[in-house]
């Protein structure tokens, strides 16, 4: 269930964003699940069209859903790809700060760190 609110300092196109990533990544919507079209996703949420076509165009940039013309738009596998991707450089990871001697405290501040900053200073 999405839940929009109107008083949050976030933006509407955001808060669908993050809650359908969300339940992407939680599986709450499964590989191959068909979403709402932006019409009537705008239309259930009381949501503009171009707030809607917003979210859905962040979740394709990241992977998280393709869409397939007039067939509409779906949960992408390349999501599980990039989950499996994360748990691979997660591995890795662990094996570096175990090979050097820093402690699990220190490491957990240090990824913590890295994702504070903002996606773009990253790259």
Do not use: C, K, W
């Amino acid at each position: 269930m999405i839940v929009i609110d109107t008083a949050s300092p976030m933006p509407p196109y955001e808060q669908l964003r993050a809650q359908l990533a969300r339940q992407i990544q939680d599986r709450s919507l499964a590989v191959g699940a068909r979403l709402p079209t932006i019409r009537r996703l705008a239309a259930d949420l009381g949501l503009a069209v171009n707030t809607v076509g917003r979210a859905y165009r962040a979740l394709e940039e990241a992977g998280l859903i393709e869409t397939r013309g007039r067939a509409g738009s779906f949960v992408s596998a390349s999501g599980e790809q990039a989950r499996e991707q994360a748990h691979r450089a997660a591995r890795e990871y662990a094996a570096l700060i175990a090979s050097v001697g820093i402690d699990r405290t220190e490491a957990v501040r240090i990824v913590e760190a890295a994702l504070s900053v903002p996606a773009t200073a990253r790259s």
